[in-house]
């Protein structure tokens, strides 16, 4: 399964950016996605997530500003960012779990974790 991210860049303090995680590739179904980041020198960290049912999970140092939406139809997570700040910069991950098909046993399901490339998110002060 593979992640493909997009939307970062360069916004000032107080603005706005929209990231986009795709999925493709063979898979039975996506459990849970979610954005973790990390920034030069400190630990990958947990964003958001979302989960099917559409539960949601925030880190307390983006609750109230960030908002994490997934559109399961096409496959497709999203991480609406507002009132950035210069500590939200960082590179960002998209994640995907789920099942797909066993190539190595015939018609069992396996688990399957999937990372995308990071996008770069940059915020000025």
């Known amino acids: 399964v593979q992640l493909q991210a997009s939307g970062g860049g360069l916004v000032q303090a107080g603005g706005s950016l929209r990231l986009s995680c795709v999925a493709s590739?063979?898979?039975?179904?996506?459990?849970?996605m979610g954005w973790y980041r990390q920034a030069p020198g400190k630990e990958r960290e947990l964003v958001a997530t979302v989960a099917s049912g559409d539960a949601t999970y925030y880190a307390g140092s983006v609750k109230g500003r960030f908002t994490v939406s997934r559109e399961a139809a096409k496959n497709t997570l999203y991480l609406q960012m507002s009132l950035l700040k210069p500590d939200d910069t960082a590179v960002y991950y998209c994640?995907?779990?789920?099942?797909?098909?066993?190539?190595?046993?015939?018609?069992?399901?396996?688990?399957?974790?999937?990372w995308g490339q990071g996008t770069q998110v940059t915020v000025s002060s």
């Open positions: 590739g063979s898979f039975v179904s996506i459990n849970r």
């Open positions: 994640n995907a779990e789920g099942l797909l098909w066993s190539s190595a046993i015939s018609g069992a399901l396996q688990n399957f974790h999937s």
